[in-house]
């Protein structure tokens, strides 16, 4: 019932920027925490940057800085604003939606329960 659609990868030079988004539908978007998470080849999948319900944002530390997830209400939609980006970024990157209504920031996987299928970002030197 519950669907995320990413969209916004592709290939960029060391230093560019993107953003990706992350399109929901079904539940109520505006009660959940949302994540972003990323898996490069032979990997695990790591988390990147999540936000709450009520709009606190919280990041792994090889992105603070440079990346900013925000989200629109109105739109059920996340946003991951990638700048200053760097070839250790290359990877999928996906969005989650947290297993529990409420709560605050979710730095775990086993915390979401929905996940979208992915958009490559490739970041060339």
């Known amino acids: 019932q519950v669907q995320l659609v990413e969209s916004g990868g592709g290939l960029v030079q060391a230093g560019g920027s993107l953003r990706l988004s992350c399109a929901a539908s079904?539940?109520?978007?505006?009660?959940?925490?949302m994540g972003w998470f990323r898996q490069a080849p032979g990997k695990e999948r790591e988390f990147v940057a999540c936000?709450?319900?009520?709009?606190?944002?919280g990041y792994a530390d090889s992105v603070r800085g440079r990346f900013t997830i925000s989200r629109d209400n109105a739109e059920n939609t996340v946003y991951l604003q990638m700048n200053s980006l760097k070839p250790e970024d290359t990877a999928g990157y996906y969005c989650?939606?947290?297993?529990?209504?409420?709560?605050?920031?979710?730095?775990?996987?086993?915390?979401?329960?929905?996940w979208g299928q992915g958009t490559q970002v490739t970041v060339s030197s």
């Open positions: 989650a939606r947290a297993r529990s209504y409420y709560g605050g920031i979710n730095v775990q996987e086993q915390d979401y329960l929905y």
């Open positions: 079904g539940g109520a978007f505006n009660l959940y925490g």
């Open positions: 936000i709450s319900w009520r709009g606190a944002a």
